[in-house]
């Protein structure tokens, strides 16, 4: 077999990298395209092509085959999204945020370390963009009120955000679906990889806070605070999935049930019906961008998992991927802002091809290509000014997302550095 099959994916890769970077084409159109391209390139590069093998390979395998490959992601997506209403709309995230101001007062690193507490305990569940605004408009306030920069605070959430998403389910479908692991051991490393974050984060909060003068002060949005008061018992309804999930061994889609289930009836029994359907609606509204990405996903998984595709990709990868402890590390750790736009290490773009195709490699294990991707997506999660939350909050505090780019990379890549370290030293994931 030739190289230049493997040359003109290479490409392939590069051309849509290119158009997703300047924003010529969304990624909800480049990935289906550019698994069909994936896919004529790995057919006519076999012995004996024929009409009607490229036709089963493109038409059934990848275009049928893989537009529901994701399916389980995409429902757990939904039931998430549906919760993420129930918490929104029930009054859950503004009785938290109340709680936080309340308690705080004016100690400022309190308050600040608080609300970041929050946030991450709300996007536990929460997800989407509305969250984000629905938190932020409440959170961010009050930081700059308190005396903090409008960087810093937008920092704050951004982490926070971060941080809940490692413990969010809908993720950890997500990497047991996309590299095809047992459930146990994505939400085994997903906290492991949370805590070296969390230490992260908690610097940042301590060390940069620390540096904060008194800055000008905006008038906190009481009147967004005031509302009615939801029951203790309901403010546990975000930490519902992933208590049933890591306690008692439930799977996903029974654990968002009941969570959404007990959100509505610790909150408004009497509303159960009307509540439930307002939130299954507008979640559905909000996740749908969501879904078709993993349509365009599963495409591209299937070209690139294919056999013939593997015969291809293995000797590029195998000449470009570390299988040294310090290799490893190395590797992923510069090569990390490759996350950004929509790029080749970025799960939500070019990236899911990529890691399948290291996960199928002789190279690294499933396991240390999760982690990696798990541990270089928060540069996507926390840094990128593509990121449709980086963008409102950038507009929100009057920053651009690029300086929040400029200032978090620093502390993402400590991060990244971090956790790959302590995933091949403590974690065993090359073993």
């Known amino acids: 077999m030739t190289v230049l099959p493997g040359i003109l994916i290479l490409l392939v890769f590069l051309v849509a990298a290119a158009l997703m970077f300047t924003r010529r084409l969304p990624a909800l159109l480049a990935l289906p395209l550019m698994a069909i391209l994936i896919g004529l390139i790995v057919g006519c590069s076999q012995a004996e092509v024929t009409v009607t093998g490229l036709k089963a390979l493109i038409f059934d395998q990848i275009l049928t085959k893989g537009a529901s490959r994701m399916a389980g992601a995409m429902v757990t997506t939904m039931f998430g999204a549906v919760l993420s209403q129930v918490v929104m709309r029930q009054g859950i995230a503004q009785q938290f945020i109340r709680w936080a101001a309340e308690y705080a007062g004016d100690r400022k690193m309190l308050l600040g370390l608080v609300l970041f507490a929050v946030v ?3 996007f536990s569940a929460l997800s989407g963009l509305g969250a984000v605004i629905m938190l932020g408009s409440l959170v961010l306030p009050i930081l700059v009120s308190s005396g903090f920069t409008p960087i810093y605070a937008a920092t704050l959430m951004l982490l926070g955000i971060g941080l809940g998403g490692m413990f969010n389910p809908a993720n950890w479908r997500f990497y047991e679906e996309l590299l095809l692991l047992p459930a146990d051991q994505v939400k085994a490393y997903a906290i492991r990889v949370a805590a070296v974050l969390l230490a992260v984060s908690l610097f940042y909060l301590i060390f940069e806070g620390r540096r904060q003068s008194k800055v000008f002060a905006w008038a906190a949005i009481n009147e967004e605070l005031e509302g009615p008061r939801v029951p203790l018992a309901a403010l546990l309804t975000p930490i519902v999935p992933p208590a049933l999930m890591l306690l008692f061994k439930w799977p996903d889609i029974p654990a968002f049930m009941v969570a959404i289930l007990y959100g509505c009836l610790t909150t408004q029994p009497r509303r159960l019906v009307s509540n439930v359907t307002a939130a299954i609606l507008e979640g559905l509204k909000d996740v749908g961008p969501v879904v078709a990405l993993f349509v365009g996903l599963g495409m591209t998984l299937n070209a690139t998992m294919d056999d013939s595709a593997k015969a291809i990709m293995n000797p590029f990868l195998e000449r470009v991927l570390p299988s040294s402890q310090v290799g490893y590390v190395a590797f992923f750790t510069l090569l990390a ?51 449709t939350a980086n ?17 978090t990379l620093p502390y993402i890549l400590v991060f990244i550095f971090l956790a790959l370290t302590g995933m091949v030293t403590l974690g065993g994931v090359l073993q």
């Not at 290509?369 to 840094?383: K, N, W, Y």
């Not at 409102?392 to 929040?404: A, H, L, R």
């Open 337 to 387: 802002p490759l996350a950004l736009y929509r790029g080749p290490l970025n799960l939500y773009g070019l990236g899911a091809g990529f890691a399948a195709l290291m996960a199928k490699s002789t190279v690294l294990p499933a396991v240390a290509v999760m982690t990696a991707f798990m541990s270089v997506g928060q540069i996507q999660s926390v840094c990128d000014p593509t990121n």
């Open 120 to 122: 991450a305990f709300n």
């Open 391 to 407: 963008v409102w909050i950038g507009q929100f505090v009057q920053i651009s997302p690029e300086k929040i780019l400029k200032h």
